[in-house]
């Protein structure tokens, strides 16, 4: 058994670890990303998706055994969830409470149930830094789960509160180191801030599991599936398990 290292209220073993991706988006192939994965990030309707592709996401979910997570997201269906919005904390914390809901009500349709919360696109980065609107992201989720970017406010806050916290690394993405040492996704806009080779990716994953519960591969990507299967087979290939977290 690999070291243990104490983060939050769980322990993240060096022996497994979680694989999961964006779905339900209808940019990728979910079916065949399902088969990798082992948790699924479900966009719930406001960058991404709709009621027939929550449904679809969910049934092809319980078949295979992943676990299900609701991907909230600004509403922001232009720009993908990608653009910064200023939205006020009542009016974010209903929107979380309404897409967790929704996804919720179709889950329990597919006879599965919503596993974890984690924040999409711009609002997954303004969280890390932002603690009233990751006080809404919270008090919109209920008591579910939380997955997300060790050292954010997010994580911080629902470990506080009792929350079960999970935390996550990006091998498709590259990072930004702050002054104070705490790391950061690297803005898309910036040359080299998305990798899309997957032997490159899969040799990140490796890298980046230890100290980890879950890799999230992005289900939007030209090369998604390719690298998601790179990165499965590249951390079974090196010993660790690949599992659900929650």
Known sequence: MGARIRVHNRRVSSRRVDLNADLGEEVTDDEALLAVVTSANVACGFHAGNATTMRLVCEGAAERGVRIGAQVSYADREGFGRRPLDVPTDVLREQVAEQVG??????????????????????????????????????????????????????ALAAQ????????????????????????????????AVLHEPAEIAARAVELADGVHSLCVHGDGPTAVAAARAVREALEGSGLSVEPFA
């Open 102 to 155: 929704v996804l919720s009500q179709i889950a329990a349709t597919a006879g599965v149930e919503v596993a974890y919360v984690k924040p999409h696109g711009a609002l997954y980065n303004r969280v890390v830094d932002d603690e009233e609107q990751a006080r809404a992201v919270l008090e919109g989720s209920g008591r579910l789960p939380v997955l997300g970017l060790p050292g954010g406010r997010l994580l």
């Open 161 to 192: 509160a009792g929350r079960a916290t999970f935390l996550e690394a990006f091998p498709d993405r590259a990072y930004v180191e702050g002054a104070d040492g705490s790391r950061r996704l690297m803005p898309r806009d910036r040359p080299g």
